[in-house]
């Protein structure tokens, strides 16, 4: 095999260059060019090799040789091993990302400490281009884990280039790799700087060829640009198994891990954890963790029981409507879509006479959470209305149900696990809309409200401006439609 020599290679039309230009000569399409290792076989082609007696590859049967595969590895950490499916596939690459400062190293580094506290496990290596090995000393003391365990099976390594790395590990057999963080790697070969796309993607490559060769997983930990996205080419989030993201409030306590990508587990699971001062650890009652202690006291607040791959959330929305001193009114949300909120706005004025398109709007959910569900649609509806009119809504009362265009709502998934885990965090009354033909379940303790439009959920929902809540639900007050409403 001939030495691999490096090229600049268009991404367009797949020209490939000595030296980098702005514009490729082939195609005349502008900083198309990425740095590229141009691998040539030493006999030339391949294809009269490839048809010889001996060579030709076989394929296996979809249902294979019979043989059970590699268990999972577990964290140790529950809400980890919950976002990864149950633990982490031997041989698999995860791409670790979020804001600077949020925790993504303090989590690995607790990820390392327990593979390391598994029964019968090698050690774990971290490699680290950003910090040294004392200042990861530092770092573990601070977490508790420079002693016991896992202070003797983590190895530390203080370097930056990718072969010398594998090589370590090809020597040492850990049971995980760590690498904090790809932007920082460099692949032998290649001219470019750390962090450019072809030296991101060629270490990438590496270090997941090491991983299926040797059956050892690789945690990947990695850059952000300032929208959130991962920094670096497209192609490191096809190269790995599994993309991770943590994000939360950066001076909030609360973390979210969700998983953007996973090739051997569900995309729909959700793991919270608490930043202390010991480090990340699990929420011990993640349902309880985005409610304030307001909910149903003051106007402007509507809670939303939200469902994130098994597991239900109650989330308390937040909503402040205020008039517009200047010409155009301003629209700021926080943890929900901008969109939907216009969406809400347009059908609140057209379907329900509750015109605030003239007004400031403030919507955003307690604790720094971020919910993309349909189902949000009706708290986020009931929450600008209770602002509007100053009027809260009815206490201990959850809501859930998607808002079409003509005012109607649409039941969501798993109504009866959301109303189970809003009757167990103390909710007396759950107004949504069940689906027609169907019975609704009896919940101890918890009164199942049925709505069919936004303009039946306010009547019911609304407290009077007196504050009295009036007996029974067919007595209602009408609240929209009129000035003095």
């Known amino acids: 095999m001939a030495r691999p020599e490096s090229r600049y290679v268009c991404q367009s039309c797949g020209a490939a260059f000595h030296r980098w230009e702005g514009q490729c000569r082939g195609c005349s399409a502008w900083n198309t060019l990425v740095e590229s290792l141009i691998r040539e076989p030493a006999g030339g082609r391949t294809a009269g ?9 076989r394929s296996q049967p979809l249902a294979g040789s019979g043989a059970s595969p590699e268990p999972r590895r577990p964290i140790g950490i529950d809400e980890v091993d919950r976002v990864l499916g149950g633990g982490l596939v031997p041989g698999s690459l995860v791409l670790l990302g979020g804001e600077p400062g949020i925790g993504k190293s303090t989590l690995v580094l607790e990820m390392a400490a327990g593979v390391a506290r598994e029964k019968g ?6 490699a680290s281009g950003e910090e040294s090995a004392a200042q990861l000393r530092l770092r573990a003391e601070r977490l508790g884990l420079s002693s016991a365990v896992p202070g003797e099976r983590i190895g530390l390594l203080a370097e930056t280039e990718v072969d010398r790395i594998v090589a370590a590990a090809e020597a040492e057999g850990p049971s995980m790799l760590i690498i904090d963080s790809i932007q920082t790697m460099t692949a032998d070969g290649l001219q470019g700087p750390a962090g450019s796309v072809g030296q ?8 997941g060829a090491y991983a299926r060769s040797a059956g050892v997983p690789v945690i990947l930990v990695g850059h952000v640009t300032k929208d959130g996205s991962l920094a670096g080419p497209r192609t490191l989030e096809h190269l790995v198994d599994a993309v991770l993201t943590l994000d939360g409030e ?9 998983a953007a990508k996973n090739r051997f587990g569900s995309t729909e699971e959700v793991g919270v954890l608490e930043m ?8 011990m009652d993640p349902a309880r963790a985005f409610l304030g202690d307001g909910a149903g006291e003051s106007a402007g607040v509507a809670v939303a029981a939200t469902l994130e791959g098994s597991r239900p959330l109650l989330v308390e929305v937040q909503a402040l409507v205020a008039p517009s001193g200047y010409g155009t009114p301003r629209r700021t949300v926080a943890g929900v879509e901008q969109n939907r909120v216009a969406l809400l706005v347009a059908v609140l004025g057209r379907r329900c006479g509750a015109d605030i398109s003239g007004h400031d709007l403030y919507v955003s959910l307690a604790g720094g959470a971020a919910v993309s569900e349909p189902a949000l ?11 509007l009119r100053d009027r809260p809504l009815r206490p201990a009362t959850v809501v859930c149900g998607e808002v079409s265009l003509l005012g109607e709502l649409r039941p969501a998934r ?10 167990r965090l103390g909710f007396s009354q759950a107004l949504v809309p069940w689906p027609s033909g169907t019975a609704m379940p009896r919940i101890p303790g918890l009164e199942v409200i049925p709505a069919r439009t936004l303009r039946e959920a306010l009547g019911l929902v609304l407290m009077p401006r007196n504050g009295a809540v009036r007996e029974g639900h067919g007595e209602r007050e009408p609240v929209l439609g009129s000035p003095g409403s």
Not at 121 to 126: A, D, M, T
Not at 250 to 258: E, I, S, V
Not at 377 to 387: E, F, K, Q, R, Y
């Open 49 to 57: 090799r490839a048809t010889r007696a001996g060579e030709v590859p």
């Open 276 to 283: 202390t001062a010991d480090g990340l650890r699990p929420v």
């Open 121 to 126: 496990g090698g050690g774990v290596l971290y």
């Open 377 to 387: 649609d009706l708290a986020i509806a009931l929450a600008l209305v209770s602002s």
């Open 250 to 258: 950066r001076f909030g306590t609360l973390r979210l891990l969700r």
């Open 200 to 207: 991101v993607r060629e270490a990438a490559a590496r270090l």
């Open 414 to 423: 798993g109504l009866e696990r959301r109303a189970r885990e809003a009757a």
